[in-house]
């Protein structure tokens, strides 16, 4: 990628970062908004799913819409939103209110992580997909993983409502990153930025000059505008038309890599006796380990292929959970260290490769096809964490982990015959 394809991607990854951060910080503040809304902990729980629910389900909507309206535009306008609703999470007077905030905070985040998938893919060339859309989900992942650390610290320095203020202010900074990339919505279609072969010149806000050339996503006088009925009939078309196995394996990478992931935190605390401190400090080594993973998705896929990523990310995932298992055997946490970033790495290998799989299914309304995969990824992670709460009351910690990495295993040897060869 050149210089400018990575300060969009980067730019676009920040705005992912904070809307990532924006609820993972959340779940070590829920001690602190429990004691101070005066419910109990149990209740404020909901707190995590009034974010998470429209923060999955709307995802292929938005991605659908900004095909019609145009990416950067509605990017915008839902980045704005988030940075608004966030401050107002920090005045709700009560748990009532404070859940309506999240709602509304989760419905403008939803779009997010969709539109940016589908905008850098109309930016760079095929050939530089790979890479750009995991060093996109590197860098907004990582959010996830350092917010798990750093909320509580957050928390306990300024308060929890100071904290939604700080996010705040952190989505504002990324709608002004945004507004500086609005030449992209006038250009898009006119191919990949930068290209060797650049033929055509437009002018950012900031009047540095991008080039653009070939075949790429949607133009604004070939859009289709936005229609509920057209929308159900078209993602159904997607979801179940000869792509069906790359997001079967979306939604079960939901199912074992969310799934797991959501119960490290309790398992440190239960069974390793960390702090939530602790615990959220070992954790951020899966925002990290996204970090690297995304930065090198790029050069696993020129030397083994797309699929070759994805058997990589599966084979770190299945370490993750042998790792697990010896901490839950051993009560140590220091295999859970390295299990966190083998976690975070199998996980950033995974998805955005079939990110880029998905891109490929309908090249003119890639914002439909990736938020597709939003939504198998997160309604999985749904699932997954009702199935793992089964697990762990059957057969404990151990049960869970060994469970997972058998399921790995299968989901590699189904990829392995039924996802796309590139």
């Given at each position: 990628?050149?210089?400018?394809?990575?300060?969009?991607?980067?730019?676009?990854?920040?705005?992912?970062?904070?809307?990532?951060?924006?609820?993972?910080?959340?779940?070590?503040?829920?001690?602190?908004?429990?004691?101070?809304?005066?419910?109990?902990?149990?209740?404020?729980?909901?707190?995590?799913?009034?974010?998470?629910?429209?923060?999955?389900?709307?995802?292929?909507?938005?991605?659908?819409?900004?095909?019609?309206?145009?990416?950067?535009?509605?990017?915008?306008?839902?980045?704005?939103?988030?940075?608004?609703?966030?401050?107002?999470?920090?005045?709700?007077?009560?748990?009532?209110?404070?859940?309506?905030?999240?709602?509304?905070?989760?419905?403008?985040?939803?779009?997010?992580?969709?539109?940016?998938?589908?905008?850098?893919g109309s930016v760079v060339s095929e050939e530089d997909r790979q890479g750009a859309v995991g060093l996109l989900m590197g860098v907004t992942f990582t959010g996830q993983g350092l917010s798990a650390g750093l909320g509580g610290f957050i928390c306990d320095l300024v308060g929890w409502r100071a904290?939604?203020?700080?996010?705040?202010?952190?989505?504002?900074?990324?709608?002004?990153?945004?507004?500086?990339?609005?030449?992209?919505?006038?250009?898009?279609?006119?191919?990949?930025?930068?290209?060797?072969?650049?033929?055509?010149?437009?002018?950012?806000?900031?009047?540095?000059?991008?080039?653009?050339?070939?075949?790429?996503?949607?133009?604004?006088?070939?859009?289709?505008?936005?229609?509920?009925?057209?929308?159900?009939?078209?993602?159904?078309?997607?979801?179940?038309?000869?792509?069906?196995?790359?997001?079967?394996?979306?939604?079960?990478?939901?199912?074992?890599?969310?799934?797991?992931?959501?119960?490290?935190?309790?398992?440190?605390?239960?069974?390793?006796?960390?702090?939530?401190?602790?615990?959220?400090?070992?954790?951020?080594?899966?925002?990290?380990?996204?970090?690297?993973?995304?930065?090198?998705?790029?050069?696993?896929?020129?030397?083994?292929?797309?699929?070759?990523?994805?058997?990589?990310?599966?084979?770190?995932?299945?370490?993750?959970?042998?790792?697990?298992?010896?901490?839950?055997?051993?009560?140590?946490?220091?295999?859970?260290?390295?299990?966190?970033?083998?976690?975070?790495?199998?996980?950033?290998?995974?998805?955005?490769?079939?990110?880029?799989?998905?891109?490929?299914?309908?090249?003119?309304?890639?914002?439909?096809?990736?938020?597709l995969i939003g939504l198998g990824v997160f309604a999985g992670g749904g699932i997954g964490s009702s199935l793992g709460g089964i697990a762990i009351a059957g057969g404990g910690y151990l049960a869970l982990w060994t469970i997972a990495g058998v399921a790995l295993v299968a989901q590699a040897i189904?990829?392995?015959?039924?996802?796309?060869?590139?």
């Amino acid at each position: 990628m050149t210089p400018t394809q990575k300060k969009i991607v980067v730019t676009l990854g920040f705005c992912g970062l904070v809307s990532a951060a924006d609820n993972w910080f959340v779940s070590p503040a829920l001690p602190a908004i429990a004691q101070t809304l005066a419910i109990a902990p149990a209740a404020a729980t909901i707190i995590l799913t009034a974010y998470l629910t429209p923060y999955g389900l709307l995802q292929p909507v938005c991605g659908a819409i900004g095909d019609a309206v145009g990416r950067v535009r509605l990017l915008c306008i839902i980045v704005a939103g988030l940075a608004v609703s966030t401050v107002l999470c920090a005045a709700a007077p009560t748990l009532e209110a404070l859940v309506v905030a999240r709602i509304v905070t989760g419905c403008f985040a939803a779009g997010i992580i969709s539109v940016n998938q589908s905008l850098v893919g109309s930016v760079v060339s095929e050939e530089d997909r790979q890479g750009a859309v995991g060093l996109l989900m590197g860098v907004t992942f990582t959010g996830q993983g350092l917010s798990a650390g750093l909320g509580g610290f957050i928390c306990d320095l300024v308060g929890w409502r100071a904290a939604f203020i700080c996010f705040g202010v952190l989505g504002t900074a990324a709608w002004l990153g945004v507004r500086r990339l609005r030449y992209l919505d006038e250009m898009d279609g006119a191919g990949t930025v930068d290209t060797a072969d650049a033929s055509v010149s437009a002018i950012d806000a900031a009047g540095a000059g991008v080039n653009a050339a070939g075949a790429g996503a949607v133009g604004p006088a070939e859009r289709e505008p936005f229609r509920p009925a057209a929308f159900l009939r078209h993602a159904a078309q997607i979801l179940f038309g000869p792509g069906r196995a790359i997001y079967f394996v979306a939604f079960t990478t939901g199912i074992i890599f969310l799934g797991v992931y959501g119960f490290m935190g309790t398992f440190l605390a239960e069974r390793c006796g960390l702090s939530s401190t602790q615990a959220g400090l070992l954790m951020m080594f899966y925002g990290l380990a996204c970090l690297a993973g995304g930065s090198i998705s790029g050069r696993i896929g020129e030397a083994r292929g797309q699929r070759g990523v994805i058997a990589v990310g599966e084979t770190s995932g299945v370490i993750a959970t042998a790792l697990l298992a010896v901490s839950t055997i051993t009560g140590s946490w220091m295999p859970a260290l390295p299990a966190a970033a083998c976690l975070g790495l199998g996980y950033i290998l995974v998805q955005p490769t079939l990110v880029s799989f998905s891109m490929d299914i309908d090249p003119s309304h890639t914002g439909l096809c990736t938020g597709l995969i939003g939504l198998g990824v997160f309604a999985g992670g749904g699932i997954g964490s009702s199935l793992g709460g089964i697990a762990i009351a059957g057969g404990g910690y151990l049960a869970l982990w060994t469970i997972a990495g058998v399921a790995l295993v299968a989901q590699a040897i189904a990829g392995a015959r039924f996802l796309p060869r590139k």
